[in-house]
Protein backbone atom coordinates (compact mmCIF):
# COMPACT_ATOMS: atom_id res chain seq x y z
CA UNK A 1 0.00 0.00 0.00
CA UNK A 2 1.43 3.23 -1.10
CA UNK A 3 1.90 5.58 1.39
CA UNK A 4 2.16 9.59 2.00
CA UNK A 5 5.71 11.43 1.90
CA UNK A 6 5.60 14.23 3.75
CA UNK A 7 7.91 17.25 2.64
CA UNK A 8 8.74 18.40 6.14
CA UNK A 9 10.24 14.97 6.26
CA UNK A 10 11.82 14.05 2.81
CA UNK A 11 15.45 13.97 2.64
CA UNK A 12 15.58 15.11 -0.86
CA UNK A 13 17.37 17.93 -2.79
CA UNK A 14 15.00 18.82 -5.17
CA UNK A 15 11.41 19.16 -5.61
CA UNK A 16 10.09 20.12 -8.57
CA UNK A 17 6.71 22.09 -9.33
CA UNK A 18 3.52 20.04 -11.12
CA UNK A 19 4.23 20.17 -15.17
CA UNK A 20 0.28 20.37 -15.01
CA UNK A 21 0.25 24.24 -13.13
CA UNK A 22 0.51 25.61 -10.12
CA UNK A 23 3.88 25.92 -7.73
CA UNK A 24 5.39 24.69 -5.24
CA UNK A 25 6.46 26.59 -2.67
CA UNK A 26 7.96 25.84 0.94
CA UNK A 27 7.62 27.67 3.62
CA UNK A 28 10.35 29.46 4.97
CA UNK A 29 12.07 29.51 1.45
CA UNK A 30 12.51 32.24 -0.47
CA UNK A 31 10.57 32.67 -3.66
CA UNK A 32 12.45 35.47 -5.20
CA UNK A 33 14.77 38.55 -4.43
CA UNK A 34 14.71 42.46 -5.99
CA UNK A 35 17.19 45.15 -5.44
CA UNK A 36 17.81 48.54 -5.87
CA UNK A 37 21.55 50.28 -5.67
CA UNK A 38 21.75 54.00 -5.87
CA UNK A 39 23.66 57.03 -5.34
CA UNK A 40 21.07 59.44 -6.05
CA UNK A 41 22.09 63.07 -5.08
CA UNK A 42 19.26 63.98 -2.93
CA UNK A 43 20.38 67.48 -1.55
CA UNK A 44 19.64 67.91 1.82
CA UNK A 45 16.54 66.86 4.04
CA UNK A 46 14.91 69.12 7.33
CA UNK A 47 15.49 67.48 10.70
CA UNK A 48 12.01 65.91 12.14
CA UNK A 49 10.86 65.44 8.97
CA UNK A 50 9.61 62.07 7.20
CA UNK A 51 11.98 61.47 3.83
CA UNK A 52 10.16 59.24 1.02
CA UNK A 53 13.27 57.81 -0.98
CA UNK A 54 11.42 56.77 -4.03
CA UNK A 55 14.69 56.25 -6.10
CA UNK A 56 15.23 53.42 -3.53
CA UNK A 57 11.76 51.55 -4.48
CA UNK A 58 11.74 47.77 -5.12
CA UNK A 59 8.74 46.48 -6.97
CA UNK A 60 8.18 43.02 -7.60
CA UNK A 61 4.97 40.48 -8.39
CA UNK A 62 4.30 38.08 -5.68
CA UNK A 63 4.56 34.74 -6.48
CA UNK A 64 2.87 33.29 -3.53
CA UNK A 65 -0.09 34.28 -1.39
CA UNK A 66 0.20 35.98 1.85
CA UNK A 67 4.10 35.19 1.66
CA UNK A 68 6.06 37.28 4.38
CA UNK A 69 9.11 39.32 3.19
CA UNK A 70 12.76 39.78 4.53
CA UNK A 71 13.44 43.53 4.14
CA UNK A 72 17.52 44.87 3.90
CA UNK A 73 18.73 48.70 3.65
CA UNK A 74 20.89 50.80 3.79
CA UNK A 75 21.13 54.41 3.59
CA UNK A 76 24.21 56.38 4.17
CA UNK A 77 24.16 60.15 4.77
CA UNK A 78 26.04 63.08 6.70
CA UNK A 79 24.69 65.60 9.09
CA UNK A 80 24.57 69.62 7.80
CA UNK A 81 25.77 71.15 10.88
CA UNK A 82 28.15 69.19 12.93
CA UNK A 83 25.79 69.16 16.39
CA UNK A 84 24.24 66.20 17.71
CA UNK A 85 22.81 63.71 15.04
CA UNK A 86 20.21 60.80 14.73
CA UNK A 87 19.17 59.02 11.98
CA UNK A 88 16.32 56.25 11.15
CA UNK A 89 15.37 54.04 8.73
CA UNK A 90 12.00 52.52 8.19
CA UNK A 91 9.54 51.07 5.18
CA UNK A 92 6.26 51.01 3.78
CA UNK A 93 4.29 49.12 1.09
CA UNK A 94 1.62 49.36 -1.70
CA UNK A 95 -0.19 47.14 -4.07
CA UNK A 96 -1.18 47.16 -7.96
CA UNK A 97 0.02 50.50 -8.36
CA UNK A 98 -1.84 52.68 -5.41
CA UNK A 99 -0.84 56.00 -4.17
CA UNK A 100 -1.11 54.98 -0.42
CA UNK A 101 1.52 52.78 1.04
CA UNK A 102 0.76 50.89 4.53
CA UNK A 103 3.60 50.91 7.19
CA UNK A 104 5.99 47.93 8.26
CA UNK A 105 8.59 50.20 9.73
CA UNK A 106 8.23 53.43 10.94
CA UNK A 107 11.84 55.45 11.14
CA UNK A 108 12.93 56.00 14.25
CA UNK A 109 14.68 58.96 14.92
CA UNK A 110 17.63 57.90 17.12
CA UNK A 111 18.68 54.10 15.23
CA UNK A 112 21.98 55.64 14.84
CA UNK A 113 22.55 59.05 17.64
CA UNK A 114 26.01 60.96 17.86
CA UNK A 115 25.67 63.75 20.40
CA UNK A 116 29.65 64.88 19.92
CA UNK A 117 29.76 68.16 18.24
CA UNK A 118 31.53 67.65 15.33
CA UNK A 119 30.83 66.39 11.49
CA UNK A 120 29.03 63.27 11.59
CA UNK A 121 28.54 60.55 9.07
CA UNK A 122 26.05 57.83 9.52
CA UNK A 123 25.17 54.42 7.77
CA UNK A 124 21.70 54.06 8.90
CA UNK A 125 21.07 49.74 8.29
CA UNK A 126 17.45 47.75 8.59
CA UNK A 127 16.85 44.24 8.45
CA UNK A 128 13.34 42.87 9.21
CA UNK A 129 11.10 40.30 8.27
CA UNK A 130 7.13 41.72 7.62
CA UNK A 131 5.29 38.74 8.85
CA UNK A 132 2.53 37.39 6.30
CA UNK A 133 0.62 40.65 4.76
CA UNK A 134 -1.79 38.78 2.92
CA UNK A 135 -1.31 39.73 -0.26
CA UNK A 136 -2.46 37.74 -2.85
CA UNK A 137 -0.01 35.42 -5.86
CA UNK A 138 -0.12 37.75 -8.83
CA UNK A 139 -0.13 41.12 -7.30
CA UNK A 140 2.69 44.11 -7.87
CA UNK A 141 4.00 44.98 -4.08
CA UNK A 142 6.27 48.52 -4.39
CA UNK A 143 8.19 48.45 -1.24
CA UNK A 144 9.80 52.34 -0.45
CA UNK A 145 12.34 52.95 2.54
CA UNK A 146 11.92 56.13 4.15
CA UNK A 147 14.59 58.00 6.61
CA UNK A 148 13.89 60.44 9.43
CA UNK A 149 16.55 63.11 11.13
CA UNK A 150 17.03 64.31 14.56
CA UNK A 151 18.73 67.46 15.86
CA UNK A 152 20.57 68.49 12.15
CA UNK A 153 19.06 68.74 8.82
CA UNK A 154 20.57 65.80 6.80
CA UNK A 155 22.31 65.94 3.70
CA UNK A 156 23.50 63.54 0.67
CA UNK A 157 26.77 62.02 1.18
CA UNK A 158 28.51 61.06 -2.22
CA UNK A 159 31.47 58.56 -1.18
CA UNK A 160 35.11 58.15 -0.89
CA UNK A 161 35.55 57.42 -4.78
CA UNK A 162 35.21 54.15 -6.11
CA UNK A 163 32.22 52.21 -6.96
CA UNK A 164 30.07 53.46 -4.20
CA UNK A 165 26.29 52.83 -3.93
CA UNK A 166 25.07 55.18 -1.08
CA UNK A 167 21.24 53.07 -0.82
CA UNK A 168 20.62 49.80 -1.47
CA UNK A 169 17.48 47.70 -0.72
CA UNK A 170 16.59 44.47 -0.92
CA UNK A 171 13.38 42.53 -0.92
CA UNK A 172 13.08 38.39 -0.26
CA UNK A 173 9.90 37.22 -0.90
CA UNK A 174 9.72 34.18 1.41
CA UNK A 175 6.73 31.45 1.56
CA UNK A 176 4.79 31.40 4.59
Not at 86 to 98: H, I
Not at 147 to 172: D, E, I, K, P, W
Request: include cysteine; aromatic fraction near 12%.
Amino acid sequence: MPGILRVDQANVDFIYAKTSGGSVYIPGHIIQVKSTNANYGWGSWGSQAEMDMSWMDVSLTTKGTNSSFFISAQFSVDDTNSSSFGVGLGVKYSTNGGSSFTVIRYPALHEIYDSVGSDKYNVSTMNINSGALGIAAGTTVVFRCSARFNNSNAQHFGGNGGTYYAQMHNVMEIAT
